[in-house]
């Protein structure tokens, strides 16, 4: 049963530590969206790559957060320094997106919290 | 510019009744995706199903099915005889084909069925 896959799942850090998040996207989707879900905001999206290529960082901190996608099996969301604000859940998901939406699979998440 | 709004915020029945979960979408594209999505009390976030602009069919998935209205921007989503594990979050998303292609994801009904 193929599946996006997290870790950690769930995060404690102290304010000011660099905090990493990986995300193993399901094997053959081409593409890998980062999002964050907060009670406040909800669910926004964070990064976007196609083909391990970023296409839209624009929802994501620049100063603080970055996307990668190192290969095809692994996208990392690293945030430093972390602050308390960017306690939330962390989700990734997939999708092989061509000329249509199939639509994106998710992970489990990472609940991160930041004290 | 994109919007899914979810005016429900939470809903609650009694178990083995129908509900109706409305969803009203804005677009400038001509064609794009609509999803629904379950997210349960563990957290994660479950694909339930896919519509393209071009498909305005009504569809049923057992106790589920979707009705899709272009004309009034709505793709509702209607639980028949709700049982206690339907209970969750549920969301409702958009994607245009033009632009990045991810998903704008509604604030959210949360679903609870009462035994």
């Known amino acids: 049963d193929a599946r996006v896959t997290q870790t950690p799942r769930h995060k404690v850090t102290e304010m000011g530590q660099e905090v990493t998040m990986r995300c193993q996207p399901i094997l053959g989707h081409n593409t890998v969206f980062w999002y964050r879900q907060t009670m406040m905001q909800g669910l926004e999206l964070l990064a976007y790559?196609?083909?391990?290529?970023?296409?839209?960082d624009s929802g994501m901190p620049k100063d603080r957060f970055s996307a990668e996608m190192p290969d095809a099996t692994l996208a990392t969301l690293k945030i430093q320094p972390s602050e308390p604000r960017d306690s939330a859940v962390y989700f990734c998901?997939?999708?092989?997106?061509?000329?249509?939406?199939?639509?994106?699979?998710f992970g489990q998440g990472t609940r991160l919290t930041v004290v | 510019a994109q919007k899914v709004t979810q005016a429900q915020t939470e809903i609650s029945v009694v178990e083995k009744e129908d509900v109706t979960l409305d969803c009203v979408y804005e677009t400038r594209d001509t064609t794009y995706y609509l999803f629904w999505y379950k997210q349960p009390p563990s957290g994660e976030l479950v694909f339930l199903i896919r519509r393209n602009s071009f498909d305005e069919q009504n569809e049923i998935s057992g106790r589920y099915s979707w009705n899709f209205q272009k004309s009034t921007s709505s793709f509702n989503f209607t639980i028949t005889a709700s049982q206690v594990v339907d209970s969750a979050v549920y969301f409702c998303a958009l994607s245009e084909i033009t632009g990045a292609n991810n998903l704008f994801f509604g604030t959210g009904t949360r679903l609870t069925v009462i035994p």
């Open positions: 790559f196609r083909n391990r290529a970023p296409l839209d």
């Open positions: 998901a997939s999708g092989l997106i061509d000329r249509g939406h199939p639509g994106a699979f």
